[in-house]
């Protein structure tokens, strides 16, 4: 069945980078787009962006560019998300999804915690 | 932006129907789809094109709309339904609405 692993919690300090996995399996890694989504505590959902692992197509939500970018290894199955210059606002659980319109397999998230 | 409202928190009992709703900042057709997320768990999709239940999901789950008016109806409430439900729109882009809170009495 599909799953979607992703890494563990991170707490990391104001300023750095964070780099967080997803690893897919059962199905072909190359046939769906890989989401990453946002949500903060008590908040919705953002979008972040999606990168298409066969062609290695990436787009984001303008709201990100130049904060997040997206990464896939087909030879591992994973993809990846980095965060760059981490805020107080980047704290938020991060989810890796696949679809295309919407999304029928999640990851069960990623807490990361931006403090000092 | 598309934005995504969604009705304020809900409190039914057990055996009750409930209805979320969803209102699009703009006309989104019937590209809107619906999840729902318990707490420290991941969203799972119940319906997908306005109405279309995911596999498994049961038919007391139900979806109708177009445009920019979407809702969600659970006929009969189950114990196990108190969760946060959210709507997304896949027509521009993609956006999420704020989720709505179903609590059981």
């Known amino acids: 069945q599909v799953q979607l692993q992703q890494s563990g919690a991170e707490l990391v300090k104001p300023g750095s980078s964070v780099k967080i996995s997803c690893k897919a399996a059962g199905y072909t890694f190359t046939t769906y787009d890989m989401f990453w989504m946002k949500q903060q505590p008590g908040n919705g959902l953002e979008w972040i962006g999606w990168s298409s692992p066969g062609n290695g197509k990436t787009k984001y939500n303008k709201k990100f560019n130049g904060k997040a970018i997206i990464t896939a290894d087909k030879s591992s199955s994973t993809a990846y998300l980095q965060l760059s210059s981490l805020t107080s606002e980047d704290s938020a659980v991060y989810f890796c999804?696949?679809?295309?319109?919407?999304?029928?397999?999640w990851g069960q998230g990623v807490m990361v915690r931006v403090s000092s | 932006d598309t934005v995504l409202t969604q009705s304020p928190g809900l409190a039914v009992s057990p055996g009750e129907r409930v209805t979320i709703s969803c209102r699009a900042s703009e006309s989104v057709g019937t590209r809107v789809h619906w999840y729902r997320q318990k707490p420290g768990q991941q969203p799972k999709l119940l319906i997908y094109g306005t109405s279309y239940r995911d596999s498994g999901v049961p038919a007391r789950f139900s979806g109708s709309g177009s445009g920019t008016d979407f809702t969600l109806t659970i006929d009969p409430v189950e114990a196990n339904d108190a969760a946060t439900y959210f709507c997304q729109q896949s027509w521009n882009d993609w956006t999420f609405g704020g989720g709505t809170k179903l609590e059981l009495k």
């Open positions: 999804a696949i679809g295309g319109s919407f999304f029928e397999y």
